[in-house]
């Protein structure tokens, strides 16, 4: 088949999204599908900006290219499902969320003027149309789903996909909590600092690079933990896997986040992962007390967890064993097996 | 976003103000909501949308339709036919020009003939014997800077009558069950019917179809709760009917917890209608919340009922006999009593929830609000990246642009 993946690109951006486009249509390809990556630059604001930018999508003509038919689209995050084909399918990574949960916090986009209040429900609406097209709709997480029922009323089936391939691996813990989280606010790296803090036992390596590092960095020095919380920055995928591997449990704990392949990535090293109960979609996989520690939104709480799995190592042996066999069922056979079936 | 809420509010006893008051607490959870006081004129400085509650009778809603006519906004259309307000505002307050001028406005010199044979007594009232033809809608369509809607039905009926501004259909929402203890009454069936008790709600018909069904099911008991119309002789029907007996029970008008505690007493609702204005019943969509079958006119909202919930009787020379059918059935088949009534919670749980309703209908205030000036700019920025590259207005591919953005309601 001739399958065109759609991603919407914010300039010299990459984060999970990416990591996942770009291997599905690898794994397409492996499979024998002629699978290729459509682009389109994504900006949402000033104004009415975010619609604008969505409307590109619309007059792209994917029907075929160069003579020849395109069998299928799948759509990823808003707003390439804006795109018109006769076979769209969507697996759904998210909607655009200041539209929906983040409004009205501080990761919200939209005020109060009725100007502003009328673009976010244009953008509501825009997704029903857009989306209540799709001849099939994923979503990567149950969370996902939930969120587009809850706004759309369209029903998803839930879909994970795998992590990115690493070299993946197990080794005996060296002691430190892993953070390899992009670093945006949202992640909420400063809870791990935080907790890091609250006791002088607790080491962390931080990966990784975004928006918030510079806030990061000087919350570290001024906690006075910069020796115990390590920043390294983008990693080889060397480095990672081999951070993965030697970790005692890796800290993720966004807020609300829609997949969140951090804790499969600790999962296929067989580590617990820490995570928090307002995380969203990693509540899919970190359970409490079975394939990690899912805590309050505390740094406390986070602190407790880390030293916890650090002292107990053969519950975190287990935990991480568990997450383990969890991951192991993600695969790329099945998940596009379902894609296209 | 601050919106003026210009409603009837109990104590008055109004269906609409019923709905507001379930309403608005929901509401408020996300707009900054101002009831404004009757008679109020003009909505109170600094809001961003005044929203209107225009129904068909003149005294909840005369006064409303005057703030309208000062500063228009969003209008909630309750009933679609207007002719009983607009009747109320003109010739109720001396001024027959005015609805002269309303008549000519929407049906022409026939229309204005036709209102000079209502001035002058020569035709009976038109809002009382032909209201459906001569719905007198356009004035408040044509102040409506947006149309919020509870059925299919008006909103193909304002499309119909040339309204081309955002139209959202919103489901009314359904009141919590109160869970009071049923009121203890005689009947097996107990079927209900609440409201006026008149010919538009088709009594004569459902007595005589009720009198057919009490041969077969003699412990069947007919509720009639409401005020009885001028001019409408209930007792002599039921008297010639052989229902003055024990096949009736009467209350006339009942406080909330009386309607609730004699709904719930029931084993089925009946709610007919004909003509329909096209109102949402809000006895109906209580008796969807109680889980209570229903038997319908098959006309406006009712129709639009799921088959699953309610029984569709069409009005003509075979009403009587659908009707004693419908409500034989019922009697006779309490398992079909139940799965109906079952169908009829879910349907009120998830269409008519409050949560969500409130979730929609704000959404459609700020649509109403803002959407305007968003779907101008979205069309100026595309209008000026096309010019950019050379499409003129009237190109084949500026109407493809314009056709692609209409398919995802961006068309302005």
């Known amino acids: ?341 | 976003m601050k919106v003026a809420y210009f409603s009837p509010m109990p104590p008055e006893a109004s269906g609409i103000a019923d709905y507001s008051a379930l309403l608005l607490p929901e509401l408020r959870k996300h707009l900054d909501v101002q009831v404004v006081k009757r008679g109020t004129k003009r909505p109170p400085k600094g809001v961003d949308l005044s929203v209107y509650h225009i129904g068909n009778n003149p005294d909840s809603h005369g006064w409303i339709l005057d703030a309208l006519r000062r500063s228009p906004g969003a209008v909630v259309l309750h009933d679609f036919v207007l002719h009983h307000l607009v009747a109320g505002v003109t010739i109720g307050r001396r001024d027959g020009h005015g609805y002269l001028d309303a008549m000519e406005r929407e049906h022409g010199v026939v229309g204005r003939l036709l209102g000079h044979g209502v001035l002058d007594k020569r035709l009976p009232p038109l809002w009382e014997v032909r209201p459906e033809e001569f719905p007198l809608a356009g004035e408040v369509l044509g102040l409506a800077r947006g149309l919020v809607v509870h059925s299919h039905h008006v909103e193909e009926r304002a499309h119909g009558a040339g309204y081309v501004g955002p139209l959202i259909r919103v489901p009314h929402p359904a009141w919590p069950d109160p869970g009071l203890a049923p009121a203890q009454l005689e009947g097996s069936p107990l079927v209900g019917s609440f409201g006026n008790v008149n010919t538009s709600k088709r009594i004569p018909q459902l007595l005589e179809a009720f009198a057919r069904v009490r041969r077969d099911h003699p412990a069947a008991r007919l509720l009639l709760v409401g005020a009885v119309s001028p001019g409408f002789d209930l007792e002599r029907r039921l008297q010639r009917l052989g229902l003055d007996g024990d096949g009736i029970v009467r209350e006339g008008h009942v406080d909330e917890r009386r309607l609730w505690a004699l709904m719930a007493a029931c084993d089925v609702h009946v709610s007919l209608r004909s003509p329909t204005m096209g109102e949402t019943s809000g006895t109906a969509i209580r008796a969807l919340g109680l889980g209570k079958p229903l038997v319908v006119t098959d006309v406006g909202w009712f129709a639009e009922l799921p088959d699953a919930v309610a029984l569709k009787v069409s009005v003509g020379d075979r009403e009587v006999d659908d009707l004693a059918a419908a409500l034989g059935l019922l009697a006779g088949r309490p398992d079909a009593r139940e799965r109906m009534g079952a169908a009829a919670r879910t349907l009120a749980l998830e269409e008519h929830d409050l949560v969500r309703v409130a979730e929609r209908q704000a959404a459609a205030f700020e649509r109403i609000a803002g959407g305007a000036a968003v779907g101008d700019e979205v069309l100026r920025d595309v209008s000026r990246a096309a010019a950019g590259v050379g499409i003129g207005a009237g190109s084949a591919e500026a109407s493809e642009i314009a056709r692609r953005l209409s398919e995802v309601d961006l068309g302005g």
């Open chain 1, 1 to 341: 088949m001739r399958i065109a993946i759609l991603r919407p690109q914010v300039p010299f951006a990459r984060g999970g999204a990416e990591i996942f486009t770009d291997e599905l249509v690898d794994e397409l390809r492996l499979r024998g599908h002629e699978a290729d990556l459509v682009s389109v630059p994504f900006k949402w604001y000033p104004g009415a900006r975010v619609l604008t930018q969505a409307f590109l999508w619309r007059l792209l003509d994917l029907e075929e290219a160069d003579g020849r038919t395109i069998d299928l689209v799948v759509a990823t995050k808003f707003p390439s499902y804006v795109v018109r084909h006769r076979e769209k399918r969507v697996w759904l990574v998210h909607q655009f969320r200041q539209a929906y949960e983040l409004d009205g916090t501080t990761l919200g986009q939209f005020g109060d003027s009725p100007e502003e209040r009328g673009l976010r429900r244009r953008v509501q609406e825009l997704d029903r149309v857009a989306l209540g097209e799709a001849t099939r709709l994923f979503a990567t997480s149950a969370n996902v789903a939930g969120r587009l029922e809850r706004s759309t009323g369209l029903v998803a089936e839930v879909l994970p996909h795998p992590p990115q391939q690493l070299r993946y691996r197990h080794e005996t813990s060296t002691g430190f909590v892993l953070s390899a989280s992009r670093l945006d606010r949202a992640k909420r790296i400063d809870l791990l600092l935080e907790a890091l803090a609250l006791d002088p036992t607790l080491e962390a390596v931080i990966t990784s690079d975004g928006p918030d590092r510079e806030r990061l960095e000087e919350l570290a020095r001024a906690r006075g933990i910069d020796g115990r919380a390590r920043f390294e920055g983008r990693v080889s995928p060397e480095r990672l896997a081999e951070l993965y591997a030697t970790c005692s449990s890796v800290f993720y704990a966004p807020v609300d986040e829609d997949f969140g392949m951090g804790p499969y990535e600790a999962f296929l090293s067989a580590k617990p992962v820490i995570t928090t109960s307002d995380a969203g979609g990693p509540l899919d996989v970190v359970h409490d007390r079975r394939t990690g520690l899912v805590v309050a939104p505390a740094a406390t709480a986070v602190a407790s967890a880390a030293a916890w799995l650090r002292e107990h190592e053969t519950d975190a042996e287990a935990f991480g064993a568990a997450g383990k066999a969890l991951a192991d069922e993600v695969t790329w056979d099945r998940a596009i097996g379902r894609l296209l079936g």
